[in-house]
């Protein structure tokens, strides 16, 4: 089967965990809104009334006659059909509740450039940015770093379930991938404190079907438009 | 089986999205912080090396042998194993990403009293409330309530999926309740636009058990420490 993914084509944004996924599957997908009229494609499919499971946002995956939205619910899916979860029910909640909470990371991570409204420039809210990423520097990011630091700890590593791959990990990588491009004197200073985390990074992204997609112009760079934005003042 | 739901007990929240669902499946459970000495098993739960899974916040559910953290993550297992989701993988999956939905409006909604940062008072970011809140009442709750009614519609109704409730359902009841408790003079504004979820609320509402269920000592009040608060400054 041929996957198609829908997301917006100048960011990374919330599709990466998704191309991530279907990269490290090794799966034959479309990622259509960067192909010619694509994105005229995937607003057709969020508006028109002939679709019975409209998504209220980007990304959603079509597989088949399935057309899946929300991330962790596109992973929870590919997790199953890709070999990228366990097979037991116990061990796929656990990593989809592994997901959830990056997801809720995510959010964070995003509304420390966005705290008053995601419509609004980033110029428009500066000063309710920088007391935002303060906070997220001093609290949050230690909270949930910490709390995957533990897991993949508890689980003897090197992956936050054991021994092997999940998509919650290849979203770990993510999230660390950004944070050191959006917040690098945070996490240079606190790097030390998350051998685990550090060592999961380093260890998917050297996974062959990443690294070769990583160098590929199938990964779109990081920038100001996306989740992870360097803003020097809200770096501390 | 006797199911065990971990949540703070002074408040709805978000274990109120479990709590729905357990009273409408008829289930039998505990809501183990509110009993003597019960928030210090939720803590051990969260912070105990012995516990492989352990939850990053509450709400989470003991099912026999497993531990599940994540509000959507528990209505998945309790909509499979309660009858409160459609049994084919297409709708799960489609309850499910509702449910998703659902989620990240709930976390606007919480940010309109808390956008700098979760662990400071109100008072504290009382601007920076204000003007999130114009843009929550101005942009973000008309965005998501429009998706709602548009999905109710083309389902046919009365519910998110046809003719038979979900979990999903059930959430959605309580964001209606919740606004009209928070934002009453938006929600009276707004109304007239959202007939179908108005009827959605007022049927779940009027379902036997969990019109027992409003009606016990067992619904928490809404309150000032919770998601939907009642900030007069904040509803416009």
């Known amino acids: 089967m041929r996957y198609e993914l829908y997301y917006w084509p100048q960011i990374q944004g919330r599709g990466e965990y998704v191309r991530l996924a279907l990269e490290e599957a090794g799966a034959d997908y479309i990622d259509v809104a960067r192909k010619p009229r694509g994105e005229d494609k995937m607003l057709h499919l969020m508006q028109s009334r002939a679709v019975k499971t409209p ?119 993510q999230i660390v991938a950004g944070l050191n491009y959006s917040f690098p004197r945070m996490m240079k200073r606190q790097a030390r404190k998350y051998p685990h985390i550090r060592s999961l990074h380093d260890r998917v992204a050297a996974r062959p079907r990443i690294a070769a997609y990583l160098k590929s112009e199938r990964r779109i760079p990081f920038n100001e438009m996306g989740i992870f934005r360097f803003y020097d003042e809200l770096d501390g």
């Open 55 to 173: 998504s209220f946002a980007p990304p959603f995956l079509k597989a088949g006659k399935l057309l899946i939205g929300q991330t962790p619910n596109i992973l929870l899916y590919l997790g199953k059909h890709c070999g990228l979860a366990p097979k037991t029910e116990a061990g796929r909640l656990w990593v989809h509740q592994l997901q959830l909470t990056i997801a809720d990371f995510v959010v964070e991570i995003h509304d420390t450039h966005h705290p008053i409204g995601s419509g609004l420039y980033y110029e428009e809210q500066k000063p309710e940015a920088e007391r935002r990423a303060d906070d997220f520097r001093a609290h949050r990011a230690p909270k949930f770093l910490g709390y995957f630091e533990r897991v993949i700890k508890a689980s003897g590593g090197p992956y936050l379930t054991g021994r092997r791959v999940t998509y919650a990990d290849l979203s770990l990588f």
